[in-house]
């Protein structure tokens, strides 16, 4: 999804997520982020959703836990 625009990366359709913040590399957060942020290395997706739909953010974005 690095390189996508939230749009694009659909998460809330693959995953069931609700997206509702981007926490920066440099630590700035963006709160109810635009559906054209681009996803960039190095960010953290704060996303609601149930403990399977964030597993399943998690295997989207490539993060295992």
């Known amino acids: ?18 997206v509702v913040a981007v926490r920066s590399s440099d630590g700035s957060v963006s709160y109810v ?3 054209e942020m681009l ?3 190095g960010q953290t ?3 609601l ?3 399977e739909q964030i ?3 998690r295997e989207i974005v490539g993060q295992r836990r």
């Open 1 to 18: 999804v690095v390189g996508k625009s939230l749009r694009e990366a659909d998460l809330r359709g693959s995953a069931g997520v609700l």
């Open 49 to 51: 959703g149930k403990p």
């Open 55 to 57: 597993v399943r953010l």
């Open 33 to 35: 982020p635009s559906p």
């Open 39 to 41: 996803i960039e290395p």
């Open 45 to 47: 997706i704060i996303a």
